[in-house]
């Protein structure tokens, strides 16, 4: 059953790691790899990646991606949102800080901004407006 709009939006505000997908080079399946990203209900959904990254790269060129998440309990549910780029901007300490406290216990975020800061280089946050959603709740099995 399909998810209402209400119902979609908050699922995906919840930290699920989405898989990303985008349009790749010709020749080549889509480039579809594990994310962290950032979402609230009504709002632009958001990535930090690395400014040399293929991920960047690949969404600068098609300037749009997707998001999916999904679980299996209590019941099988998914989202997957796809839209435009709105916004592609430097990543900042702020940012990898909210988006790591989102994922990581209180006590390991600190270690992991340090050790991100220092090793990951140059980063940029991308913002993509929703614009085409799919979803639906399975049920339990």
Partial sequence: MALSRE????FLAEPHIAAI???AEDGRAPLTVPIWYQYEPGGDAWILTGLDSRKNQLIQRAGRFSLMVERVEPS???VSVE???VETA???VELLREMSARYLPADKVDGYVEMASKS???QVVIRMRPERWVSSDLGSV
Avoid at 7 to 10: G, T
């Fill in 120 to 122: 990951h280089g140059e």
């Fill in 21 to 23: 997908a985008i349009t």
């Fill in 7 to 10: 119902e979609r939006e908050k």
């Fill in 83 to 85: 839209g435009p780029v």
């Fill in 90 to 92: 430097p990543g900042t």
């Fill in 76 to 78: 099988i549910r998914y």
